[in-house]
């Protein structure tokens, strides 16, 4: 499998998760400790906005190396949510543990959504140094 097979697949696992993991983790929007924890961010319309994100990760997995400047575009938005990570945790880390107690999937979103957003942002931002040195190879011709 070559870097382009493995970047192409990272892009299909970070929709995956997107899609899948507000779906889980909100209990199907209907957990409403999780929607009022950090509504500003993962209200309902935050939640489905990241579902958004996630099928714009998928639908620029093949053709990726196409668009770089999407791939930086996807990386910093990844930072944003890692820098609403940080901040969450300067503000709740003290009660963190009340979250789990009261919706254990709750808390585990709240205290590991930013290191996910970290790992993508790393993947996207190599996505994009890798596209824009991507030469494609010429289509081969019948003599060949």
Request: with cysteine; aromatic share 20%; proline share 3%.
């Amino acid at each position: 499998m070559d870097r382009k097979q493995i970047i192409t697949i990272l892009f299909y696992l970070s929709g995956v998760a997107n899609i899948v993991g507000m779906l889980v983790f909100s209990q199907g929007f209907t957990s409403k400790r999780f929607l009022r924890e950090y509504p500003a961010v993962f209200g309902v319309e935050g939640c489905i906005g990241v579902m958004l994100w996630g099928l714009a990760y998928i639908a620029c997995a093949r053709s990726f190396v196409h668009v770089p400047w999407i791939c930086a575009v996807f990386t910093i938005e990844k930072l944003f949510y890692v820098g609403t990570w940080f901040h969450y945790m300067d503000e709740n880390f003290d009660v963190i543990g009340i979250l789990m107690h009261y919706d254990r999937l709750a808390g585990a979103f709240f205290i590991f959504y930013g290191l996910n957003d970290l790992f993508f942002a790393i993947v996207f931002a190599y996505a994009f140094v890798y596209a824009r040195g991507y030469k494609a190879e010429p289509p081969k011709t019948k003599a060949e």
